[in-house]
């Protein structure tokens, strides 16, 4: 199983652009399917963005959608989230999920489904 940490969070001004890194220690990262997560205090843990094991199909939460990108580089064992046109609405908690498939082209966005997390990295956007 694989451990995942995260890094690249901070505090910007509204507008501006920051991107997420997911490092991944284990073997195998290329059998996962990934997503990032974010979380606000009171609210339940909500899916930003999800990539397949291989990296040819992606989604986004409608929120997001246009405005950030997932990406991941199975030879690095890193997955990206590069986040731009930043709103205060962004503020929140940003953890990297994996989960084990044998699926190449699945997507999963329900919380539930992911077994391995990271210890999740701030995001503060400021107007």
């Known amino acids: 199983q694989v451990q995942l940490v995260e890094s690249g969070g901070g505090l910007v001004q509204a507008g501006a652009s920051l991107a997420l890194s997911c490092a991944a220690e284990?073997?195998?990262?290329?059998?996962?399917?990934v997503a990032w997560f974010r979380q606000t205090p009171g609210r339940e843990r909500e899916v930003v963005a999800a990539?397949?094991?291989?990296?040819?199909?992606?989604d986004y939460a409608v929120s997001v959608k246009g405005r950030f990108t997932i990406s991941r580089d199975n030879g690095k064992n890193m997955v990206y989230l590069q986040m731009n046109s930043l709103n205060v609405d962004d503020t929140a908690v940003y953890y990297c999920a994996a989960v084990s498939t044998a699926q190449d082209m699945a997507l999963f966005f329900n919380r539930r489904t992911y077994n391995v997390w990271g210890r999740g990295t701030q995001v503060t956007v400021s107007s």
């Open positions: 990539i397949s094991r291989s990296g040819g199909k992606s």
């Open positions: 284990g073997r195998a990262f290329d059998t996962y399917a």
